[in-house]
């Protein structure tokens, strides 16, 4: 089924009262004369948080290639001692080739990398959305990750929201990834109102903690499909690959006929239909 896409404003997504938007039912959801904000998935059913997958499949050959920033809410001792989660070769790599790119953020990875998420935040060529803040699963069973209780859901996404305005990121994405994608309805539900789409994927590339470059570029090269969404890591100590092998699935996917979208575009297209 096609999903009905729907803007909202910016202010109602982004601003400080992230809470008011829309589950309180306060009003003037879209009144305002501010433009139309970034393309989202209208709620399910009692406002259910719709999730996105992947775009059309008959619009023409475009991919969304997305990065997730990870960082476990206990892991700053481990980059304080040396350990890199951040990536800047693989964003200079994107940067070169000319890549349009849509990083997943955790909210502790902006408080360990203000400076990097001010950069991205602020280059158009990528769009900043939010991966919560903690990186703890919103499902009982996910990756053996620590589990958030669903009475903190809403909270830890709004306080990644937060941290990613302090670091200077001006226009944060109403999307949402579900850190280790690990979502149910419970979730779902327990951010029904924010205005998020959760944002899942069609092919998984397998960096994380690949040692294999050639493997993750052969499954990225076989899964991908016009509309696909690509999740790999912007985490070096996780995903060391990664760079590497965005520099040799760009070229051959660009050969192919793809044009590299980031999600925003996609969303927007799944509203339009076929
Ligand atoms: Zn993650």
Redesign the pocket.
Known sequence: MIPHVRSITVVCVLGAALTACGAAGSGRPSASSSPAGPPVLAPGPGGLTPVFEHGPRTRGKTVALTF?A?MTADQGPRAASGEHFDNPGLIGALRELKVPATVFMTGRWADQYPAQARDLGRDPQFEVAN?SWS?YAFTADCYGLPTVDADGMRADVQRAYTSLRKAGVPKAMPYFRF??GCYDQRALRALSGLGVTAVQWDVVSGDAFATDADAVVRQVLDGVKPGSVVVMHCTRSAAPTTEQVVRRVVPELRERGYRFVKVSELIGQAGTGR
């Open positions: 997730d990870d991966h990186h850190p280790g």
